[in-house]
């Protein structure tokens, strides 16, 4: 099956700093989602990104279907942007997509004040 | 809006027991989807539902069953509970199959 890898597994900054994670995917997908979950368990969506970039306020995402991954960036981050940051993806199916996300391992984000 | 939300919110069960969990979807969506997550690990698929039919399965035994009903909201069944079913379940929801999906809350189980 498909195997979707997100790296860095953790990752510690100081208030104010810019981050990049990364998320690599076995094989072709349709869709492709990033979460952030809080310590709540709540995923909040992030980003819903097949391909081309997106930006919401501090944050951006780009996906580049053809080489099977995506970025999340991170500007000037905050203590609350503390968590982990899942990406998951959708794989095709017969007649569109599945529906059935395939989530990565996540990164763990500590951000320090 | 509301957003997706899920009943009951924590649940402690013993071993042998079954249990219920209810999701109900954002008004206007269709779809709905239940995934397991333990400690540590991404969310894993369990269950797909959409316009009140199965339309996919992960791989969890039959002591995993669900349900859709006519107003869209969910039911997830979990028979013979063992100590590994202990995780947080969560529910997602959908406007069509494939679209872009909203978790609810999340119930945390513990089976003792």
């Known amino acids: 099956g498909i195997q979707v890898e997100q790296s860095p597994p953790d990752l510690i900054l100081q208030e104010g700093a810019n981050s990049t994670l990364r998320c690599n995917f076995s094989?072709?997908?349709?869709?492709l989602q990033w979460f952030h979950q809080n310590p709540w368990g709540q995923l909040i969506n992030l980003f819903y990104?097949?391909?081309g970039t997106k930006q919401n306020g501090r944050l951006s995402a780009t996906t580049v279907a053809t080489e099977r991954y995506s970025l999340l960036y991170i500007s000037s981050s905050q203590t609350t942007d503390s968590g982990v940051y899942f990406c998951?993806?959708?794989?095709?199916?017969?007649?569109?997509?599945?529906?059935?996300?395939?989530f990565g391992q996540g990164t763990t984000l500590q951000v320090k004040p | 809006d509301a957003g997706v939300t899920q009943s009951p919110t924590h649940l402690i069960k013993t071993r042998g027991q079954q249990v219920t969990l209810r999701c109900s979807p954002i008004?206007?969506?269709?779809?709905v989807s239940w995934y397991q997550q333990v400690l540590g690990q991404g969310p894993q698929f369990i269950f797909q539902?959409?316009?009140?039919?199965?339309?996919g399965r992960g791989n969890f035994p039959d002591r995993f069953s669900a349900r859709q009903f006519p107003n869209y909201s969910s039911e997830l069944n979990v028979n013979a509970l063992l100590l590994g079913d202990s995780a947080l379940y969560l529910c997602?929801?959908?406007?069509?199959?494939?679209?872009?999906?909203?978790f609810g809350p999340g119930t945390r189980l513990t089976v003792t």
């Open positions: 997602a929801s959908s406007l069509e199959a494939g679209y872009e999906q909203y």
């Open positions: 998951a993806v959708d794989l095709p199916g017969g007649s569109g997509n599945t529906g059935k996300l395939i």
């Open positions: 094989d072709s997908v349709n869709n």
């Open positions: 008004s206007g969506h269709k779809s």
């Open positions: 990104i097949p391909s």
């Open positions: 539902y959409y316009e009140k039919e199965e339309r």
